[in-house]
C-alpha cells in the first residue's frame, strides 16, 4: 500500500516486480541489490535506507525505508516487513541547504581572497612607508649636519669680519685723520 500510494502505481503493476524497479537507474538499482544481499547475508541491526525513485508518472520522490527482518522457522531470514515514508520535501529542503552551504563557502572564499589581496597591498605599502620614513630620517640627519656646518661658517664668517673690520678701520682711521 505504501509503495501504491507514495509511487503512484497500482496494486497489479507492482505485482512480481522486484523491489527496485522504481530506482532511476541500474547504478541505484545495484546499489540497493547489494544493500539486500548484505542484509540476508550479515543480517546487521535494522536501520535507515534512504533512496530516490522514480513515480508512474515519472517524476522524482525521496524515500525513507524503516525495515526489520521476518525469520523462518530455521532462524533464516525469509522476508523482511518494511515502513516507508515520502521524505521528498525534507530532502529537497537538504539540497537546497547544502546549496545555500557551497554557496556561502563560495563567498567567504572569495571574500577571503579579496582580503588577502588587501592584506598583501597594505603589507607592500606598510614596507614602503617604511621606506619612506627612513629616507626622510636619512634626509633629515644629512640636513641637521648641513646646518651645523652652515652655522660653523656663520660664526667664521663673523669671525672673518669682525678681523676684516678691525684690520681695515685701523688703517683707514689712519688715512681718514691724516686727511
Known amino acids: 500500500p505504501a509503495h501504491h500510494k507514495i509511487l503512484g502505481y497500482l496494486h497489479d503493476e507492482l505485482i512480481g516486480k522486484p523491489i527496485w524497479f522504481s530506482e532511476p537507474d541500474d547504478a541505484s538499482a545495484d546499489r540497493l541489490q547489494n544493500y539486500l ?8 541491526e535494522p536501520e535507515l535506507y534512504v533512496s ?12 525513507e525505508v524503516k525495515w526489520d527482518y521476518l525469520f523462518d522457522d530455521a532462524g ?7 515502513v516507508i515514508s ?3 520535501e525534507r530532502q529537497q529542503a537538504e539540497e537546497k541547504l547544502k546549496k ?7 563567498l ?17 605599502s606598510e614596507k614602503a612607508l617604511t621606506n619612506l620614513l627612513e629616507d626622510v630620517n636619512a634626509s633629515r640627519i644629512k640636513l641637521e649636519q648641513a646646518n651645523l656646518c652652515l652655522l660653523e661658517q656663520d660664526r667664521l664668517k663673523s669671525v672673518f669680519i669682525a678681523s676684516m673690520s678691525h684690520e681695515l678701520r685701523t688703517p683707514l682711521n689712519s688715512i681718514i685723520g691724516f686727511t
Open 100 to 106: 545555500y552551504r557551497e554557496n556561502l563557502e563560495e
Open 76 to 82: 533464516e531470514v525469509a522476508s523482511f516487513i518494511s
Open 86 to 88: 515520502d521524505i521528498t
Open 108 to 124: 567567504v572564499k572569495e571574500r577571503t581572497a579579496e582580503l588577502e589581496e588587501k592584506t598583501k597591498k597594505l603589507e607592500e
Open 37 to 44: 544481499a548484505y542484509l540476508v547475508a550479515e543480517k546487521p
Open 52 to 63: 530516490r525513485n522514480i513515480r508512474a508518472d515519472g517524476t522524482e520522490v525521496w524515500v
